[in-house]
């Protein structure tokens, strides 16, 4: 998304060195720094330091993007060590992971557009535990050599925390980084599609990594994809299994069916509509208000009760904060742009790579993303009266697009998402 992450938030990391209290962004933050000090003879291999040096040298100008934060979903690599039955985010085979040389030209360009300030890179795969914490050692030291004074720069990771090893634990833990864990509810649903390359389940190895986290101190969150499956399972179910394995802090995903599928194709069993997520929603958020406030941290429904309790503030997540068609991006390992995980593999969704151009021109030329923002602009004009929608502005606009595309009682007049939005306002 995919550029949307849970994770747990470490609220007073200390310094071990002279027991300063920090928040988690300082802490992480100085880990950076300490990083990007490291002298480029020592951080690099002979190749790799011909290659920066030539690039920083290296003219480039970009120009301004319109937004105000750049969300980079980098596709570190492909490979994967699951071959989860509805994931299109893994590949096989030669030029899977970002060469050294297209990773400093995407951090050079990104970090060079002068009217954005904020960046978030998301780790992402594939499965990024699978290659060496030095890599991403490297790439935070890139980060820390082309930055402006200005920049405000964070770093996550998304895994599915079957196999973390001792050195990436340690890496982590070093540096203050927290993951986000993709998982699917329960271990009857989990255990039929999230399977190792062996085709076995992965559910007891998810909660086995969730204990090492623990144990390093790293904070954790999960993703969880609803689908008809998910869908179906009692909300009491669901949470108390969470809670049972101490995955505390969730957010919910919903399915994206194949994009290349036309009005009237099979989409398959397993799709919910926008309405159905927003039930799922409604009856989990019922059950976790009543029993497990305290217990489980759903950052949806707590940001959703800050809004409702004070219309000045703003949703965090990327589902609801309109204009994601400028701000969030996937990277692949070969440079090639395109925008979050849910438009895989829809025609025209690769604007061009950024080892060519900016992004702001490769945003403008595309095809896809000018008929995104027509798409925003048009279905924002149709819902502006809906009195949820100063809030969820909307909802996601892949959403939008694949409802009118494959379900008939679409109402283009309203996302759907203030069915929750009352359930919400009513309890508090």
Known sequence: MLGDISVKVIEEPVNPVNQLELTDYQYSRLASQLIGEIPDSDMLDEEELALFRREKDAYFEAKPLNASKVVVVLKATRLCNLRCTYCHSWAEGPNQTVKFENLISIVKRILAIPNVSRVEFVWHGGEVTLLRPAFFKKLIWL?????????????????????????????????????????????????????????????????????????????????????????????????????????????FLNIVPDNRAQPGDDIGDAYISYKEYIEFLSRVYTVWHAQYRGIIQIRMFENFMDVLADRSK????????????????????NGDVSPCDKYVGDIGSIYGSLLDSDLATLLADSKHNQTSVLEEVESHSRMHECKWFSICNGGCPHDRVINARHVEDYDDKCCGTGKLLKVIEESI
Not at 144 to 170: G, P, Y
Not at 183 to 190: A, C, L, R, S, T
Not at 315 to 331: K, R
Request: glycine share 6%; charged share 25%.
């Open 314 to 333: 703003q949703l965090s997540a990327c589902y609801w904060a309109g204009n994601c068609s400028q701000e969030i991006i996937t990277i692949e390992p």
């Open 143 to 251: 980060q820390e050599q082309f930055k402006r004074k200005d920049h405000f720069i964070t770093n996550t990771m998304q895994s599915n925390a079957v196999n973390i090893s001792k050195e990436w634990l340690t890496f982590l833990q070093g540096i203050g980084m927290a993951v986000g864990i993709s998982f699917d509810g329960v271990p009857e649903i989990n255990d039929t599609r999230r399977l190792d390359v062996r085709g076995r389940p992965t559910s007891l190895k998810v909660a086995e990594g969730i204990k090492r986290l623990q144990e390093y101190g790293i904070p954790y969150g999960a993703l969880i994809v609803v689908d008809r499956d998910v869908y179906n399972v009692s909300p009491e179910r669901l949470l108390s299994y969470l809670a049972s394995i101490e995955l505390n802090d969730i957010e």
